[in-house]
């Protein structure tokens, strides 16, 4: 069973930065990716920042680009997402997610499934103005 723990949320005034942290249990697949979502009071959960992991190739959601940056460190099997620049509108409860990549179409290219089907707990982050 694959776990998934996060660290970092917190409050924060609007310009400030948090970093986020999320270390994940031995994953029993080569090929998968780990991602970043939010979900805010009465607004659908979104995809933030995106990792494939033995790749390293990265994605990002418009609302975010430039401001927020997703590594890796497989040594410590742990994910982290640097949020500079922060805004009113990331006050969300913010998710660490993972998911296998079977398709070899998707794993020669890096691209991550858009369903995630391992979840962690999730932190929550507010941007004071």
């Known amino acids: 069973q694959v776990h998934l723990v996060e660290s970092g949320g917190g409050s924060v005034q609007a310009g400030g930065s948090l970093r986020l942290s999320c270390v994940v249990s031995e994953y029993p697949h080569s090929h998968y990716c780990m991602g970043w979502f939010r979900q805010a009071p009465g607004k659908e959960r979104e995809r933030v920042a995106g990792i494939y992991v033995s790749g390293g190739e990265t994605y990002y959601a418009d609302s975010v680009k430039g401001r927020f940056a997703i590594s890796q460190d497989t040594a410590k099997n742990a994910v982290y997402l640097q949020m500079n620049s922060l805004k009113v509108d990331d006050t969300a409860i913010y998710f660490c997610?993972?998911?296998?990549?079977?398709?070899?179409?998707?794993?020669?290219?890096?691209?991550?499934?858009?369903?995630?089907?391992?979840w962690g707990q999730g932190t929550q982050v507010t941007v004071s103005s």
């Open positions: 997610a993972a998911v296998t990549v079977y398709d070899s179409w998707f794993q020669a290219r890096q691209i991550c499934p858009n369903e995630y089907n391992y």
